[in-house]
């Protein structure tokens, strides 16, 4: 511990300068809606969150003989008929760390199933091409043979396809990994269809449900097919997240699956008697947070979860209609909606003007916003999921942003901005460079740090430039005092 950062800072007052002085330089929920699709950013109510240091909750070890901790475990219990509620499914463990570790644990649940019917050989899984990409990772990890399926060009599963590869599969064909609400955003109509195909060839439905905000008290997984599907608490059910963890990827179960649910060999009353080996250290994977979803629901009741899967729903859907005359919305269902989240097509803009995703992703920044989750599922897009956390006004203030963005790239197009020197392609623009004497680009400094009215009263300056991604992923930079130093 002798770099200087942790010696330098000796009076309670200077650590939280220094803290702080981190925290400055992130653009955070505190500033401004954070619009990342697939990741469900929405509000962390304190009252949620206060439980978490209680000592009661934030001092027990996991392995605490569990007639101490009864208060826990009634909370963890009532939890898990919460999402069973919810979900539909008969079954629910909380163990698994994160929505992949769910996966993990679901298809081992599949195989043990298969185990006990004697089917030990079905080891195929099919995984349409548009899935998250931890889908195929956690089914090699369960020891399964991957097998993709094609899908159309409205980002739906190609049903026909699906068909051809169940079927030529169908005696070792173990599961089917499908992410609904589709990784596009939209609600996949062939839904039940799917399941039904996988069920008549013998294999059993995995549902990536790590999105539910699309779902929650309107419709139950459990009801239309799938076997078993994890839930992100962390996205759905309002855990933070965003650093990395911890998060909780439980998984629910229809009741021909309940008996393998994950035990634990110190812990066994976590699980069913009957069930896999535990798949993470502790008994009930990350404890602690869970009060955490528990008061979200708790405090939200039916009626206030409804509204939320609607008003997210209804949010996405502004977002995609206000911005589809500037940037063309590349999914939609059948009737033109899409689900919590909407894909904005920037790919044309490349030829037009040279800008690509990045560009504005990084002009984001000098408006306030963090950018959109960028090329995924599709590569030059951004995906947007507002969340029913956010108001009208924010809303809007978003949309203006991106609004206002597009007129800067018509500038480009019409041939009025230069198409390597402009306000996008030297995004973001940091203070230093506003602030210095010298100033040689092509427009004024105003357009470069304050291109909306609301920055002149909460203007938050990106702390470094432009940084070459893929360079800087390929050649590591070490801020720390020279290995040298040390000798
Ligand atoms: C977030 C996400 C996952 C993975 O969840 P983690 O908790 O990050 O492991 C899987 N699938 C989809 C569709 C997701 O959005």
Not at 76 to 83: A, K, T, V
Not at 242 to 269: C, F, K, M, N, Q
Not at 316 to 336: D, Q, R, T
Request: charged share 20%; proline share 7%.
């Amino acid at each position: 511990m002798t770099h200087p950062v942790f010696n330098s800072h000796h009076s309670e007052t200077e650590l939280l300068r220094y803290i702080h002085s981190l925290q400055n330089k992130d653009i955070t929920l505190t500033h401004s809606m954070i619009p990342l699709g697939s990741c469900t950013m929405k509000l962390n109510a304190t009252t949620e969150l206060l439980p978490v240091s209680w000592p009661e909750i934030s001092q027990l070890h996991p392995f605490v003989p569990v007639d101490q901790a009864t208060g826990l475990i009634e909370m963890i219990h009532d939890l898990e008929r919460q999402l069973c509620e919810l979900t539909g499914f008969a079954a629910v463990s909380l163990q698994p760390n994160a929505g992949s570790q769910g996966e993990y644990a679901g298809l081992l649940v599949i195989r043990k199933y298969f185990e006990t019917r004697g089917e030990r050989h079905r080891n195929i899984c099919l995984i349409p091409s548009s899935a998250h990409g931890t889908n195929p990772a956690s089914a090699a990890m369960a020891g399964m043979q991957v097998v993709v399926v094609n899908c159309a060009d409205n980002g739906n599963v190609d049903i026909g396809d699906l068909k051809t590869k169940a079927e030529m599969h169908k005696d070792k064909l173990a599961a089917l990994m499908i992410t609904y609400p589709s990784t596009h955003g939209v609600f996949e109509e062939g839904i039940s269809e799917i399941c039904a195909v996988v069920h008549k060839n013998g294999g059993q439905v995995y549902m990536d449900g790590a999105n539910m905000n699309a779902l929650v008290a309107v419709s139950r997984p459990g009801e239309f097919g799938p076997d078993v599907a994890h839930m992100n608490l962390h996205k759905t059910f309002s855990i933070p997240h965003g650093g990395g963890g911890p998060g909780v990827g439980p998984i629910g179960v229809r009741a021909h699956l309940a008996p393998y649910l994950p035990s634990h060999t110190l812990v066994p009353e976590c699980g069913p008697k009957t069930g896999i080996t535990s798949t993470t250290s502790a008994p009930w994977g990350s404890a602690s947070i869970l009060p955490i979803s528990w008061a979200y629901i708790k405090m939200m009741g039916a009626e206030g979860l409804r509204e939320a899967t609607l008003v997210s729903i209804l949010s996405a859907n502004y977002i995609a209609k206000k911005l589809e005359s500037f940037y063309p919305v590349l999914y939609k269902g059948a009737s033109g909606f899409v689900a919590h989240e909407c894909i904005l097509d920037l790919r044309a803009l490349k030829k037009t003007s040279d800008v690509d995703v990045t560009d504005v992703a990084k002009r984001l920044m000098d408006y306030g916003f963090h950018a959109p989750t960028m090329s995924w599922p599709v590569a030059g897009t951004l995906m947007v999921e507002p969340t029913e956390s956010e108001s009208k006004p924010e809303l809007d203030r978003f949309i203006e942003a991106m609004i206002s963005i597009r007129r800067e790239i018509t500038q480009i197009e019409s041939g009025k901005m230069d198409r390597h020197n402009n306000p996008l392609k030297n995004s973001p623009h940091t203070m230093k460079t506003v602030t210095k004497t010298e100033w040689t680009y092509p427009y004024s400094r105003e357009e470069a740090a304050f291109p909306a009215p609301w920055l002149a009263a909460n203007k938050i300056f990106p702390a470094v430039g432009r940084v070459d991604n893929a360079y800087g992923d390929r050649n590591l930079v070490c801020s720390c005092p020279p290995v040298e130093d040390y000798k």
